[in-house]
């Protein structure tokens, strides 16, 4: 379930509003041009369930998405916890680029925290299972995978040669708070 985050792009101290009520979430990035969406979880998932097992699981809502944003294909990627090169995995996303072509991830398992610099806002969105999120092409923005990354998303391309970043150079990720997965109490 996702919380979004608001802030003034000039103070990551405190934020002016905080939600994750899936109406209020969906309703204030649609405001600010930015598709969100949850999926049902159409049956269970087997944690080693292949690619093709996964796309095929989500068939519906992945050919829908397609269809109504011109994404040529889709795949699935996995970030098993406990990489080695897990650090350098996160700090290759922690910098504020663009794309050239719209940003959509759906998280089947797991998740990490996505930050849109827009009109001086800082929208931080924390994505969790069921959570569809499209980023326009052009945004700002930058991905925090967290400290000990696990997910499992399915990524939707408009063209061949797929991810392709353009860095700002604007330090402002540095600045706000990062992704720190909620952990359940002590047993
Ligand atoms: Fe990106």
């Known amino acids: 379930m996702a ?9 990551p101290s405190v934020a002016e509003l905080s939600s994750a009520d899936p109406a209020l979430v969906t309703a204030h990035l649609a405001l600010a041009g930015v598709l969100f969406e949850r999926w049902q979880d159409p049956r269970a998932i087997p944690d080693a369930a292949d690619a093709q097992a996964v796309l095929e699981a989500y068939a519906a809502p992945v050919a829908a998405l397609r269809e109504a944003r011109g994404f040529q294909s889709a795949d699935v990627v996995r ?3 406990g990489l080695p090169d897990a650090a350098a995995r996160r700090a290759s996303f922690l910098a504020e680029h ?3 072509e719209d ?3 759906f998280f089947v398992q797991g998740g990490g925290a996505f930050y849109l610099h827009m009109d001086e806002k800082v929208f931080r969105i924390v994505c969790g299972p069921g959570d569809l999120l ?4 052009r945004t700002r923005h930058w991905f925090d995978m967290g400290p000990d ?6 990524r939707f391309f408009t063209r061949p040669d ?3 970043a353009t860095f700002t150079g604007d330090v402002i990720a ?3 708070p990062k992704f720190e997965p909620e952990t359940g109490p002590l047993p």
């Open 3 to 11: 919380r979004l985050s608001i802030y003034s792009d000039t103070d």
């Open 79 to 81: 970030m098993p916890r």
């Open 98 to 100: 663009t794309h050239d």
């Open 103 to 105: 940003e959509a991830r």
């Open 134 to 137: 499209s980023i326009p092409a």
């Open 149 to 154: 990354p696990e997910f499992t998303a399915i």
């Open 162 to 164: 797929g991810w392709v």
């Open 174 to 176: 540095d600045r706000f």
